[in-house]
């Protein structure tokens, strides 16, 4: 069993989120940082990047964007990702740094901080979750806000999940993933387990697994956590539907926090 994210599954990670409507997920971003404070380009800090599949449109939309993850698999991809495309003169493609967004200091701040994709739920202790909320305001401006997704605790305890198996081709390859999963509901927790297998045009494969813990979260202890390190849960609305309110049937939510 490798770590989240390993070398392994970041080479696949991008197939199997071909349907993720990333573009649209930008435009959100970009409408949030335009109601809730200032529109334009904005100097962004995009922890837990992954692939970069938010940093990079955002930088394609001329915003200064640096992007940080812990996993090089997964800056590797990135990193791919920049050098295909052709930037115009005087758009700079985002920066991607490796680092732990628990205890990272850049010395700089930003106008707009996200962690998208459920990252904070990657935060599975409290002391974890008050160390990347301290990053967060750390590196944010007076004002700043801070947006970011988790799942909702309201969904999960209704729509209970289970077994899942997803298939993508990649060219001549089948990649085949069986996602099992179980709640821990003292602690918040849901257990993930991937086997992922792929078969390539004349049979052969290979197998490999992974585990990730998620957090799931309650409207009122994300109000008191990012309270406790001088951020204001400002709104709080179901994702990707912006204009649902957070009921058991949002299985995610989107936050929308200011820097006090």
Request: charged share 25%; with cysteine.
């Amino acid at each position: 069993m490798t770590l989240p994210f390993g070398k392994p599954y970041a080479s696949v990670y991008d197939a199997f989120y071909v349907d993720k409507n990333y573009a649209s997920e930008v435009d959100l971003i970009e409408r949030i940082v335009g109601q809730y404070g200032r529109g334009g380009p904005r100097k962004v800090l995009d922890l837990g990047c992954g692939t970069g599949s938010h940093a990079i449109p955002l930088a394609q939309r001329g915003h200064a964007v640096t992007g940080i993850d812990h996993s090089r698999g997964m800056l590797a991809r990135a990193a791919e990702k920049v050098k295909a495309i052709a930037w115009p003169a005087g758009v700079p493609p985002p920066v991607f740094l490796e680092g732990d967004l628990r205890s990272l200091d850049l010395g700089q701040r930003f106008e707009v901080v996200l962690m998208m994709f459920a990252v904070l739920g990657y935060q599975h202790e409290n002391a974890d979750l008050l160390a990347a909320l301290d990053t967060v305001r750390r590196h944010l401006e007076p004002g700043g806000l801070f947006v970011f997704d988790v799942w909702n605790g309201l969904a999960v305890l209704a729509d209970r999940p289970g077994r899942r198996v997803r298939e993508v081709n990649v060219g001549a390859t089948r990649i085949v993933r069986t996602t099992d999963a179980d709640l821990d509901l003292v602690r918040h927790r849901c257990r993930v387990r991937f086997r992922v297998q792929r078969i390539d045009v004349n049979g052969g494969s290979e197998e490999f697994d992974e585990e990730h813990v998620m957090r799931f979260f309650f409207p009122r202890e994300l109000d008191l956590a990012l309270r406790c390190c001088a951020l204001r849960l400002v709104d709080l609305r179901g994702f990707p539907d912006f204009e649902r309110q957070p009921d058991e049937r949002s299985w995610s939510v989107i936050g929308v926090g200011r820097a006090e």
